[in-house]
């Protein structure tokens, strides 16, 4: 699930990210949410019931989203709601203090779920085409709608070199 959001650049985690504070959707059957139609047409198929998203915020920060999902229909109590804020605002502190803590305790490979290869191709891609970052990542997105890829595909394929995209002024065919 939260890959598709990635890929897609909509959901719940999204939402509490860039509003800082929480989205609850009890009853994902009966939601009349409009602002996120591409992640509900994907996510149709699964059994989710419903979906809960925490900002992960420290200060003016914002570090993330902890989506929760249940396979039925359930409300979280005020008291769980709570709960779920405290928990989120200690991960966001350890996060934080993992990213600012020394490189040598960090892995060198990429796991399967890391955001460093799409980070790493964005590079590529706004070097190759001049653009800003944020362009330079939306053509890697909009590269893994096309093809109903992962954009982490598409981010190795671009490491890789194979895939290449030319700026408009440059001769020759455009990937």
Known sequence: ????????????????????R?????????TSRVSWP????????EEIGAIFAFPLLFGPLEIGAVDL???????LTPE?????LA???IVSRIILRHAISSTDNLPDETTTFSRRLIHQATGMVLAQLGTTAEDAHLVIQARAFAENRPMREIAQDVIERRIRFAALTE?????
């Open 69 to 75: 999902y249940s396979i039925a229909p359930v409300s």
């Open 80 to 84: 769980q709601q709570g709960q779920a």
């Open 22 to 30: 929480p989205v609850l959707e009890p009853d994902l059957a009966s």
């Open 38 to 45: 591409a992640f509900l047409e994907a996510i149709r198929e």
């Open 171 to 175: 001769p020759g065919p455009i990937l």
């Open 1 to 20: 699930m939260d890959e598709l959001q990635f890929d897609l650049g909509e959901g719940p985690c999204w939402d509490a990210l860039v509003n800082r």
């Open 87 to 89: 928990l989120s605002a």
